[in-house]
Protein backbone atom coordinates (compact mmCIF):
# COMPACT_ATOMS: atom_id res chain seq x y z
CA UNK A 1 0.00 0.00 0.00
CA UNK A 2 1.10 4.07 -0.91
CA UNK A 3 -0.01 6.85 -0.25
CA UNK A 4 1.08 10.09 -2.42
CA UNK A 5 0.74 13.49 -1.63
CA UNK A 6 1.50 16.39 -4.08
CA UNK A 7 2.31 19.71 -3.02
CA UNK A 8 3.68 22.54 -4.70
CA UNK A 9 1.07 24.11 -7.06
CA UNK A 10 -0.24 27.20 -7.62
CA UNK A 11 -0.18 30.38 -9.74
CA UNK A 12 2.57 31.36 -12.05
CA UNK A 13 3.16 33.33 -15.25
CA UNK A 14 3.48 32.23 -18.28
CA UNK A 15 7.40 31.73 -19.12
CA UNK A 16 8.01 30.88 -15.53
CA UNK A 17 8.80 27.45 -13.78
CA UNK A 18 7.78 25.25 -10.44
CA UNK A 19 8.19 22.50 -9.19
CA UNK A 20 5.87 19.67 -7.85
CA UNK A 21 6.80 16.92 -5.45
CA UNK A 22 5.31 13.90 -4.38
CA UNK A 23 5.86 12.26 -1.04
CA UNK A 24 5.68 8.86 -1.02
CA UNK A 25 4.44 6.93 2.14
CA UNK A 26 4.29 3.32 2.41
CA UNK A 27 5.06 0.61 5.19
CA UNK A 28 5.81 -2.27 2.93
CA UNK A 29 9.25 -3.23 1.77
CA UNK A 30 9.22 -2.62 -2.14
CA UNK A 31 10.31 -0.38 -5.45
CA UNK A 32 7.95 1.35 -7.66
CA UNK A 33 8.19 3.95 -10.39
CA UNK A 34 6.31 6.90 -10.86
CA UNK A 35 4.74 9.00 -13.50
CA UNK A 36 3.25 12.51 -13.45
CA UNK A 37 -0.11 13.10 -15.07
CA UNK A 38 -2.07 16.10 -15.59
CA UNK A 39 -5.97 16.75 -16.53
CA UNK A 40 -7.19 20.15 -17.82
CA UNK A 41 -11.00 20.69 -17.57
CA UNK A 42 -13.20 18.56 -19.84
CA UNK A 43 -10.34 16.98 -21.29
CA UNK A 44 -9.02 13.23 -20.09
CA UNK A 45 -5.97 12.51 -18.01
CA UNK A 46 -2.87 12.71 -20.01
CA UNK A 47 0.50 11.46 -19.62
CA UNK A 48 3.47 13.95 -18.72
CA UNK A 49 6.56 12.27 -17.25
CA UNK A 50 7.57 8.91 -16.31
CA UNK A 51 10.73 7.49 -14.23
CA UNK A 52 11.57 3.77 -13.12
CA UNK A 53 12.63 2.96 -9.63
CA UNK A 54 16.55 4.30 -9.63
CA UNK A 55 15.83 7.05 -11.81
CA UNK A 56 17.71 5.62 -14.42
CA UNK A 57 15.04 5.48 -17.20
CA UNK A 58 12.74 8.66 -17.94
CA UNK A 59 10.16 9.46 -20.86
CA UNK A 60 8.05 12.62 -21.39
CA UNK A 61 5.38 13.42 -23.11
CA UNK A 62 6.33 15.27 -26.11
CA UNK A 63 4.50 18.47 -25.25
CA UNK A 64 7.00 18.82 -22.55
CA UNK A 65 9.95 17.72 -23.59
CA UNK A 66 12.96 20.16 -23.02
CA UNK A 67 10.96 21.91 -20.64
CA UNK A 68 10.08 19.22 -17.76
CA UNK A 69 12.68 17.51 -15.80
CA UNK A 70 11.43 14.52 -14.09
CA UNK A 71 13.38 13.52 -10.86
CA UNK A 72 13.07 11.47 -7.40
CA UNK A 73 15.07 10.88 -4.18
CA UNK A 74 14.33 7.60 -3.10
CA UNK A 75 15.86 8.15 0.79
CA UNK A 76 13.47 10.87 1.01
CA UNK A 77 10.84 8.97 -0.64
CA UNK A 78 10.12 11.73 -2.83
CA UNK A 79 9.82 12.40 -6.35
CA UNK A 80 9.68 15.86 -8.31
CA UNK A 81 8.47 17.23 -10.96
CA UNK A 82 10.20 20.31 -12.54
CA UNK A 83 8.60 22.66 -14.82
CA UNK A 84 10.17 25.56 -16.64
CA UNK A 85 8.84 27.62 -19.38
CA UNK A 86 5.65 26.99 -18.53
CA UNK A 87 2.74 27.85 -20.91
CA UNK A 88 -0.86 28.64 -20.43
CA UNK A 89 -1.46 25.25 -21.74
CA UNK A 90 -0.04 23.39 -19.25
CA UNK A 91 -2.34 24.47 -16.93
CA UNK A 92 -4.08 21.32 -15.14
CA UNK A 93 -4.53 19.87 -12.59
CA UNK A 94 -1.09 17.65 -11.99
CA UNK A 95 -1.24 13.86 -10.30
CA UNK A 96 1.67 11.82 -9.35
CA UNK A 97 1.28 8.01 -9.69
CA UNK A 98 3.27 4.88 -8.21
CA UNK A 99 3.74 1.38 -10.54
CA UNK A 100 4.83 -1.58 -8.04
CA UNK A 101 4.06 -4.03 -10.77
CA UNK A 102 7.32 -3.16 -13.29
CA UNK A 103 9.44 -0.55 -11.50
CA UNK A 104 12.44 -1.12 -13.57
CA UNK A 105 10.82 0.05 -16.26
CA UNK A 106 8.34 3.77 -17.24
CA UNK A 107 5.10 3.78 -18.81
CA UNK A 108 2.82 6.09 -19.83
CA UNK A 109 -0.70 4.62 -19.55
CA UNK A 110 -2.85 5.41 -17.06
CA UNK A 111 -3.96 2.04 -16.58
CA UNK A 112 -0.34 0.57 -15.50
CA UNK A 113 -0.88 3.26 -12.04
CA UNK A 114 -2.57 1.83 -9.10
CA UNK A 115 -1.69 4.58 -6.50
CA UNK A 116 -2.28 7.96 -7.10
CA UNK A 117 -1.90 10.94 -5.42
CA UNK A 118 -5.07 13.71 -5.04
CA UNK A 119 -3.87 16.23 -7.31
CA UNK A 120 -2.30 19.56 -6.99
CA UNK A 121 -3.31 22.19 -9.08
CA UNK A 122 -1.37 24.37 -11.64
CA UNK A 123 -2.37 27.55 -13.34
CA UNK A 124 -0.40 29.30 -15.90
CA UNK A 125 -1.32 32.73 -16.84
CA UNK A 126 -0.48 34.65 -20.29
Known amino acids: QLVLQESGGGLVQAGGSMRLSCEVSTHTYGTYAMGWFRQAPGKEREFVAAIDWNGRSTDYADSVKGRFIISRDNAKNTGYLQMDSLKSEDTAVYYC???????????????????WGQGTQVTVSS
Open 97 to 115: AADRKAPWKTTARVDDYVY
